[in-house]
């Protein structure tokens, strides 16, 4: 028996010590939103490529930011870009700075559970804005009325629930209405977490969802992958050009390709309240935070090769995820910014 | 091993005598030195939380003081940040779940104790420990796809219609808030209450009961007059169990509860608990402030536990010398 048992740890000892040997461990933290296009990502790159293995911890944005800046990991990933002082930390940290890589595209939706209304409703920013900010109590209210002609909208109180947890969902609703309304911008201002003015907070989007579901009258945002998955109702957005959109991975890519021509070269933009006649106006990129010096090389070459697929072949995962790809426009300009990583 | 069995007869009275080298060669030193470490490392750990959380808050402490306890904004965008709608929730969900839990667990633990026969009472012991053990996000669903309905269709409008003229039963009943997370409260915490107080009130002696039958007493006065006052600082022990895992209860309640740091009189309205903010909001708090009040957070309900478990032990001390000999229940 102890023979037997010897021979066998022996034998895993060995296999452990060649299997170390040439494989890289690579490791990752942040946004939660795009971990299901990731670990595929991470996935299809080690059978490429066995001997890299990317390890990612969806832990939420501010946590990648904050481990990436600490050095406990790679690479960060955020769903919302790192703003001026975090980039400052990170330079006055390491003496060097971290680049920012747009991956994918995501949107978020209004949904809503209105008794008697099946129809997919319109809203105009202004009626967003005043549900969220409360001045806009009831569903047949002029401003959400006046999109919605022909539905028979209910006088009853609307029930907002926004999300509890501090997510990268948050910052792209609060962000969207931070532009669309001054009023938001200053009162509430945008955030992974902010200070609602009214409304429940349900714990992620299955949490908002589940409320939004039970309650009657309900109102509130998930992400669209979400939404779709779930087979939710949700509503169209007019646009910066006046037009209604329901969302969907060519409207977000549109928004994408509207902000292509406007890009800075450190990829930090908000694409929400794009301009473009099809472009849906709650969308963003989410990105990867790579810093810009390796020490190790083969890690840094393990990372750039890894981008590099990811801009490439990787995109072609992300439609059957319901990740909206990169516009051909950002990645060329992603290429080109590797060069940055050294 | 052996060791410990050379040492078993040592009950005599040369114990004392051994000398010390002797004791440490037959171990006795040593699981004295490795037991002690273990108990120590209790505290240990108790002041290195407290540490933590101390130097973690640094920043957040010197701004806001002890404003902190008394300001209701929670803004994270504005960098202002106040701790009172969360000890309120906190509190107000604690206390609710204790009002509901304690009649009923105290009246459960004394029908398995005193009045149900022995395989009854161990049958139900059996799930009440299962109950126990069921983890916190099973009671959340539980809450929130059930309980929640109930409150909402059911339980609040007839609260409302009865009841309405209070202050605690007002306002649109969404199904969740204070009043709903305190109901799930009292179902986690009840099973605490139930198990640990039968435990005490079959460990009050035969002769207690006896005495009181024998000098005539009914089987309900002996259980109520003497059984019960007997086993009084265990069954506290018990209640103030129960409050600390309703204090420090997160997943279950940030799941029904609603999330908004709202002060209100009215149980119908959503509210906030300290353990449910700090777990919503830490993984996203970035910059320096934010995380730091996060961590006071953390304090102030190691605070409040702290208070409280103190006013357990004071009122345990008062009730066990007040007549009934067991305070070591």
């Known amino acids: ?342 | 091993m052996s060791t410990s069995s050379t040492t078993l007869p040592s009950a005599d009275p040369l114990v004392g005598s051994r000398s010390f080298l002797s004791r440490l060669r037959e171990g006795d030193e040593i699981v004295r030195l490795i037991t002690f470490l273990f108990a120590a490392s209790v505290v240990l750990i108790t002041l290195l939380l407290v540490f933590e959380l101390w130097q973690g808050s640094v920043l957040a402490r010197h701004k806001f003081g002890f404003a902190f306890f008394a300001t209701r904004v929670w803004d994270p965008n504005a960098g202002e940040f106040g701790a009172l709608p969360f000890i309120f929730g906190t509190l107000v969900t604690s206390i609710v779940a204790l009002l509901i839990a304690v009649p009923l667990g105290i009246g459960a633990a004394i029908f398995l104790a005193e009045l149900a026969p022995a395989r009854v009472s161990d049958t139900l012991e059996f799930f009440i420990d299962l109950l126990a053990a069921v983890p916190s996000v099973i009671y959340g669903l539980l809450g929130f796809l059930f309980v929640v309905p109930l409150m909402r269709d059911y339980i609040q409008p007839r609260l409302k219609d009865s009841l309405g003229f209070l202050p605690f039963f007002k306002g649109p009943a969404y199904g969740i808030g204070f009043l709903t997370a305190g109901l799930v409260l009292a179902i986690m915490v009840i099973p605490y209450i139930i198990s640990v107080s039968r435990e005490v009130l079959l460990s009050v002696p035969r002769d207690q009961r006896e005495a009181a039958l024998a000098l005539g007493s009914t089987r309900w006065e002996s259980t109520w007059k003497v059984v019960v006052p007997f086993a009084r600082a265990g069954i506290m022990g018990s209640i103030f169990l129960a409050l600390a895992r309703a204090l420090g209860e997160t997943m279950a309640v940030t799941m029904v509860i609603g999330n908004t740091p709202a002060i209100s009189a009215s149980l119908f309205s959503p509210g906030y608990s300290i353990a449910a903010v700090i777990a919503n909001e830490f993984s996203e708090a970035t910059g320096d402030l934010y995380p730091q009040a996060l961590i006071e957070l953390g304090l102030v309900l190691f605070l409040l536990t702290f208070i409280l478990n103190g006013l357990a032990r004071i009122m345990i001390l008062a009730t066990s010398q007040r007549g009934s000999g067991m305070g070591n229940a």
């Open chain 1, 1 to 342: 028996m102890k023979r037997i048992a010897g021979i066998l740890l022996a034998s895993f000892g060995l296999a452990s010590a060649l299997l170390a040997a040439n494989a890289l461990t690579i490791t990752g933290a942040g946004a939660s939103f795009p971990y299901p296009m990731y670990s595929k990502w991470f996935d299809e790159y080690h059978k490429k490529d066995t001997n890299i293995e990317i390890n990612y911890q969806s832990i939420g944005s501010g946590g990648g930011i904050k481990q990436v800046t600490e050095g406990t990991v790679d690479f960060g990933a955020s769903d919302g870009p790192m703003n001026d002082d975090q980039l400052k930390a990170f330079q006055d940290k390491h003496g060097f700075a971290i680049l920012h890589f747009p991956t994918v595209l995501g949107a978020v939706v209004p949904t809503y559970n209105i008794p008697g209304v099946t129809t997919d409703l319109n809203f105009t920013p202004e009626a967003l804005s005043g549900i969220f900010l409360g001045k806009i109590t009831k569903w047949n209210d002029p401003a959400i009325a006046g999109a919605n002609k022909g539905v028979n909208l209910p006088g009853n109180d609307i029930v907002v629930v926004h999300r509890s947890d501090g997510s990268g969902t948050t910052y792209i609703w609060t962000d969207y209405l931070s532009k669309i309304s001054d009023e938001w911008k200053s009162k509430v201002g945008k955030g992974a977490s902010v200070n609602w003015p009214v409304g429940l907070g349900g714990k992620g989007n299955e949490g908002v969802a589940g409320l939004v579901k039970q309650t009657a009258n309900g109102f509130g945002y998930v992400e669209l992958i979400y939404a779709i998955q779930n087979k939710m109702p949700y509503g169209t957005v007019k646009n910066s050009s006046g037009a209604f959109i329901k969302a969907d991975l060519a409207g977000v890519t549109a928004a994408a390709a509207g902000a292509a021509k406007s890009m800075p070269d450190d990829f930090r933009v908000s694409i929400t309240d794009a301009p473009g006649k099809a472009a849906y106006p709650i969308s963003s990129f989410t990105w990867l935070l790579i810093p810009a010096k390796f020490s190790d090389g083969p890690k840094r070459d393990a990372i750039k090769g890894f981008v590099k697929w990811m801009l490439a072949d990787g995109q072609n995962y992300a439609e059957a995820l319901s990740y909206a790809k990169l516009p051909k426009e950002v990645v060329a300009k992603e290429v080109k910014a590797l060069d940055g990583i050294q």
